[in-house]
């Protein structure tokens, strides 16, 4: 197997809310986008993409890529994790992704061309319809852990 030739840099961001009447009543919801279009089309994620050469930093990529596809702007994000995925069909490239997490946010999410966003209770993600390896690392998301997944 030869090395990889090609490295590109991508964000992912994943926003929280609290829901309910009380401490007795309040659960935790993570906002995913379901993919309208493209390369995976129909699955759920957080929101994201590619580091432009005019973003002045991964984080702003971040925010850029978050108010294209959900309308929204996270507030006091926190990098979390850095994922270094291969594809069997390219094992040439690999795609760095710097993810975020937020547990605040400004505007209100909205229907893009691209995404559709929905709230999720922590208790019903839809992993079947989701990457394979999310359930593996989104309880350590959960959990405010920080990690990094080749």
Not at 52 to 80: C, H, N, T
């Amino acid at each position: 197997m030869s090395a990889p030739t090609g490295k590109r840099l991508l964000t992912l961001v994943f926003v929280f809310r609290e829901v309910g009447g009380g401490p007795a009543c309040t659960r935790r919801e993570v906002l995913l986008g379901k993919k309208l279009r493209g390369w995976r089309e129909g699955i759920w994620n957080g929101f994201g993409g590619k580091v432009e050469a005019s973003d002045p930093s991964v984080l702003a990529a971040m925010q850029r890529e978050l108010s294209e596809e959900a309308g929204i702007v996270a507030v006091a994000p926190r990098r979390f994790a850095v994922f270094n995925f291969t594809f069997a069909d390219k094992p040439d490239s690999i795609l760095e992704v710097h993810t975020y997490k937020a547990n605040d946010f400004t505007g209100e999410p909205v229907c893009t061309d691209e995404m559709q966003p929905q709230w999720f209770a922590l208790d019903q993600i839809p992993y079947d319809k989701m990457w394979a390896d999310d359930h593996i690392w989104f309880p350590l998301m959960f959990e405010d852990k920080t990690f990094i997944g080749d």
